[in-house]
C-alpha cells in the first residue's frame, strides 16, 4: 500500500472531504478490526447465557447450556485469528505472551485470552462433560475413541461421589467465569474507551456498552443456532426454552440501548467540542449503519417484537412467536456487527482537526497486502460456525452411543 | 479410580495439567526470548545495529553540494531554498555511490504535491487549479524549479 505521502494530491482528494491530517487519509483498522470485537462479545455473550443455566439455575434454559458454551468455545478459538491476519505476520504472534509489555493492552489480552479458554470455558465443559468422555470412549470405537480416550486425562472415575464433586466444581468455575467473560469483553472496549485523542471512542462507559452489546449477540447467536439445529435436526422445538431465551434477550436488550441512548443524551447534552463532527458523522457517513442498521433495524425493531411477546405471549402462535424469535435474534446479530463498524471505523473516519473526513473503501481484491488480509472478514465470520458444527458432531451428537440395546438417554449422560 | 488422600483423582490430574501448562510457558519464554532482549529497554538490543546497517536511501544535501554547487548556489536565493533537493528529485543516496544510476525524472506531480489548490494550504503558499492554469504541456515548460519566479 502507498503511503499518503506517494499518492499524488489527484489521486487523494475524491476520499476526503474538509480538512484531514495527512496521516489520516487511510485507515488503520479494518473490517478485521471490526469483526474482533464481535466475535469476542459473542463468546463473552454465550458463556452469559450458560451461566444462567448452571449458577442461576434456570431450568428452561437447560437445553441451550451445552450448545452455549460449545458456541462460546468456537468462537474463542477464533476471536484472535482476525487480529493476527490484520497484523500480517501471525509467527510473531507468540512474542506478545513471551515478552509482554504490562503496559499493553494488547498483551494483556493474550493472558486474558489464555485465562478464559483455559481456566474457565474448557475446565467447565471438562467438568460437564467427563462422565460423557469416560461412556462415549467406552462404546466408540475408532479415532472416535482415542479422542474421547484423551479428552478423559485419564480419569475414568465417574462415581456418584466423584459426579457430584465435578458439579460442584464446575459451579465454582462458572462463578468465577461470569467476571472473567465481563472482563474478557470489558478489555475490548477498554481498548477503545482509553484512546482519549478520539471522542467517539475516549468514554468510560466504552466497555459497559461493550459488555451489555456482548451479552445481547451472544443470547441472540444461541437462540438463533438453537432454533437452526432443532430444526436440522428435526427435533421438536422447546417453546419453553426459546421463551425464557427471549425474555433474557429481551430484558438484555433493554438495558444494552438504555446504556447506549443514555450514551448519545450525555454526548448531545455535554456538547463538547467534537458534538458537530460526531453529528455530522453519525447523520452523514454512518447513517445507513447506525441509524437504519443499529439504531432501528437491530434495536428498536426487536425491542418492539419481543416487548410485545412479553405483553401477548398468550395470544401468539408458537409458530409466530419462532417467527418473530428467528427475526429477532437475526436483526439482532447483524445489529452488533453494525454496531462493531460503527465503534472501530466510524472512529476512524473523521480528523483529529475535527474539520474533515476520510473514506473508507473496503478492499476484497487479492492484489494488495492489505486487500488479501481484508478478504479474510469473510473466512473468518464463517469459521468458528464451520469449527462449532464439529464439536456438534463430536459432543453434541444425534444419537447417544451407548451399549448395543440400551441407549443412553439425555438425563442418564448429563451430570 | 480411587481417592489418594481424600483428593479427587480429577483434580489432581487438573493440577498436573496447570503445572505443565505453566511450566511450558515458562519453558518456552526461555528458548523464545530474543539473546539481546532488554539489553538497552524493551526491545532487542541487536536491533539497533540491524538498523543501523541498512542501506540508505536519502544522501542529504551537502552531498549533493560536492558536485552540483552551482545548482545549489542558485536555488538558495529563490522560495526553493528550504527545501531539500531530495524533495524534489527523490532519493539520491545510489546516485552519489554512482554517478551514472540516474536520479527519478520530475514530473508535474512533484509541483502539484505542493502547488495544487488545496484550501488548507497557508494563501501565501502559491496554489493553482489545473482546470484553469495548465495551458502548456508540462510545468517546466513555462517554471524553472531552482528559480521558481524566474
Same mark, same amino acid.
Given at each position: ?8 494530491? *489527484? ?16 485507515? $488503520?483498522? /479494518? ?14 455473550? !454465550? ?30 478459538? !477464533? ?24 503496559? #499493553? ?28 468422555? %469416560? ?5 466408540? *470405537?475408532?479415532?472416535?475413541? @482415542? ?32 467476571? #472473567? ?11 477503545? /474507551? ?65 446504556? +447506549?441512548?443514555?450514551? @448519545? ?18 447523520? /452523514? ?6 441509524? %437504519? ?10 425491542? %418492539?417484537? $419481543? ?15 419462532? @417467527? ?74 444425534? +444419537? ?16 | ?29 526461555? =528458548?523464545?526470548?530474543?539473546? *539481546? ?20 536511501? =536519502?544522501? &542529504? ?20 531554498? *528550504? ?6 528529485? &527523490? ?60
Amino acid at each position: 500500500m502507498m503511503s499518503a505521502y506517494e499518492i499524488p494530491a *489527484t489521486d487523494v482528494l475524491p476520499q476526503v472531504e474538509g480538512y484531514i491530517y495527512p496521516n489520516e487519509l487511510n485507515l $488503520l483498522w /479494518g473490517d478485521l478490526i471490526v469483526l474482533y470485537p464481535y466475535i469476542t462479545g459473542l463468546v463473552a455473550g !454465550a458463556f452469559i447465557l450458560a451461566s444462567l443455566v448452571r449458577v442461576f439455575k434456570v431450568k428452561a434454559l437447560e437445553p441451550t447450556y451445552r450448545l452455549a458454551l460449545l458456541t462460546s468455545l468456537a468462537f474463542l478459538l !477464533a476471536a484472535p485469528l482476525p487480529l493476527l491476519f490484520h497484523l500480517g505476520h501471525p509467527e510473531r504472534s507468540l512474542q506478545v505472551m513471551i515478552t509482554p509489555h504490562l503496559s #499493553s493492552p494488547m498483551a494483556i489480552f493474550g493472558f486474558v485470552y489464555a485465562w478464559y479458554l483455559m481456566a474457565v470455558l474448557l475446565l467447565e465443559l471438562w467438568f460437564d462433560y467427563r462422565k460423557d468422555f %469416560v461412556l462415549w470412549s467406552r462404546y466408540t *470405537t475408532g479415532p472416535k475413541r @482415542w479422542l474421547y480416550l484423551i479428552f478423559t486425562l485419564g480419569v475414568t472415575d465417574i462415581s456418584e461421589e466423584s459426579l457430584k464433586y465435578d458439579a460442584r466444581l464446575c459451579n465454582i468455575v462458572t462463578i468465577i467465569g461470569i467476571p #472473567s467473560a465481563f472482563l474478557l469483553h470489558g478489555y475490548v472496549g477498554f481498548i477503545f /474507551g482509553s484512546v482519549k485523542a478520539n471522542p467517539w471512542w475516549g468514554n468510560v462507559l466504552m466497555p459497559i456498552i461493550f459488555i451489555f452489546s456482548a451479552i445481547v449477540s451472544g443470547i441472540a447467536l444461541c437462540l438463533f443456532l438453537f432454533m437452526i439445529i432443532s430444526q436440522a435436526r428435526r427435533l421438536k422445538m422447546d417453546m419453553d426454552c426459546l421463551d425464557v431465551t427471549a425474555k433474557f434477550l429481551f430484558y438484555t436488550l433493554i438495558i444494552a440501548a438504555a446504556i +447506549e441512548s443514555l450514551d @448519545w443524551i450525555h454526548r448531545l447534552y455535554e456538547a463538547e467540542e467534537s458534538i458537530h463532527i460526531i453529528k455530522t458523522l453519525a447523520t /452523514g457517513k454512518l447513517f445507513v449503519s447506525i441509524v %437504519v442498521i443499529q439504531a432501528f433495524l437491530g434495536s428498536a425493531v426487536p425491542l %418492539v417484537l $419481543l416487548g410485545l411477546i412479553q405483553i401477548f405471549k398468550k395470544d401468539i402462535a408458537a409458530r409466530a412467536r419462532e @417467527w418473530i424469535y428467528f427475526l429477532s435474534s437475526v436483526l439482532i446479530l447483524i445489529g452488533v456487527l453494525a454496531m462493531r463498524w460503527n465503534v472501530v471505523i466510524g472512529g476512524q473516519l473523521f480528523s483529529k482537526s475535527l474539520r474533515g473526513f476520510t473514506t473508507y473503501k473496503m478492499e476484497l481484491a487479492m492484489a494488495s497486502h492489505e486487500g488479501f488480509t481484508m478478504s479474510f472478514a469473510l473466512v473468518l465470520l464463517i469459521l468458528p460456525f464451520v469449527i462449532l458444527w464439529v464439536f456438534l458432531k463430536l459432543f453434541m451428537p444425534v +444419537e447417544e452411543p451407548g451399549p448395543k440395546g440400551e441407549p443412553l438417554t439425555r438425563a442418564e449422560t448429563s451430570a | 479410580m480411587a481417592r489418594k488422600n481424600g483428593i479427587p483423582p480429577q483434580l489432581v490430574r487438573l493440577v498436573l495439567v496447570t503445572l505443565a501448562i505453566i511450566a511450558l510457558y515458562f519453558t518456552a519464554r526461555y =528458548f523464545m526470548t530474543p539473546e *539481546t532482549f532488554g539489553q538497552f529497554g524493551f526491545y532487542r538490543g541487536a536491533s539497533l545495529n540491524e538498523h543501523a546497517t541498512r542501506p540508505l536511501s =536519502f544522501a &542529504g544535501k551537502e552531498s549533493c553540494r560536492n558536485c552540483h554547487e552551482e545548482a545549489l548556489q542558485l536555488v538558495s536565493q529563490f522560495e526553493h531554498k *528550504t527545501l531539500s533537493c531530495e524533495t524534489c528529485h &527523490g532519493p539520491a543516496m545510489s546516485h552519489v555511490i554512482d554517478p551514472e544510476t540516474p536520479l527519478v525524472k520530475i514530473e508535474d506531480g512533484s509541483c502539484l504535491r505542493c502547488h495544487r489548490s488545496d484550501p488548507s494550504r497557508p494563501s501565501w503558499l502559491a496554489q493553482i487549479s489545473l482546470d484553469d492554469h495548465y495551458e502548456s504541456d508540462s510545468c517546466t515548460d513555462c517554471h524553472t524549479p531552482h528559480q521558481p519566479n524566474e
